[in-house]
């Protein structure tokens, strides 16, 4: 079985206001994909849905994504959540010329863990399990557990600079 430890938890970023909900979803997926995460939205995206409202639109997603089954040992997994509301198309008006953007609530929720025995191979409660991890690994255990709670952090900085790039 293995050992999961909580590194962050229901961390949110909320914004109102105008950005592009595509362009969005599409930076988040290649931030993913550069730092070698597995696909979001290919075998990790759990959840979408979308409903019409008079308001708007409303989409919910949900992303598991990971690294580190090539390890087999570690793996670093990050979920991210998206509650859009009253999502509309709008137009604003920038350097002389009128775009299409979209307009809405966004509400984003990150969570990240390490898990340790990811491949199943370890017997947790015999000696040299409690051994390996308290006295070999126990190093490496602290390395990947700040390496996932950067990562989450980076991301939740790329989330916060862009909507400060539609802030005008």
């Known amino acids: 079985m293995p050992k999961e430890d909580s590194i962050i938890s229901g961390a949110k970023i909320k914004y109102?206001?105008?950005f592009d909900f595509k362009l969005l979803y599409k930076n988040l997926r290649d931030?993913?994909?550069r730092?070698?995460?597995s696909d979001p939205c290919e075998k990790g995206e759990k959840k979408y849905s979308e409903k019409i409202k008079p308001s708007g639109k409303q989409v919910e997603i949900v992303w598991d994504t990971s690294r580190g089954e090539e390890v087999g040992y570690f793996s670093l997994q990050m979920n991210v959540k998206f509650?859009?509301?009253n999502l509309n198309e709008a137009e604003v008006e920038r350097d002389g010329k009128k775009i299409k953007i979209d307009n809405g609530e966004v509400e984003m929720e990150f969570s990240s863990k390490l898990v340790r025995n990811a491949d199943?191979?370890?017997d947790e409660n015999s000696l040299m399990f409690?051994?390996?991890e308290r006295y070999i690994i126990k190093d490496k255990i602290e390395q990947f557990k700040i390496e996932i709670y950067q990562?989450?952090?980076?991301l939740m900085d790329e989330v916060k600079n862009f909507f400060n790039l539609y802030r005008f």
């Open 16 to 18: 109102k206001g105008t």
């Open 31 to 33: 931030w993913f994909m």
């Open 35 to 37: 730092e070698k995460y």
């Open 83 to 85: 509650f859009v509301n």
């Open 120 to 122: 199943k191979k370890w």
């Open 130 to 132: 409690k051994l390996y």
């Open 151 to 154: 990562d989450t952090n980076k």
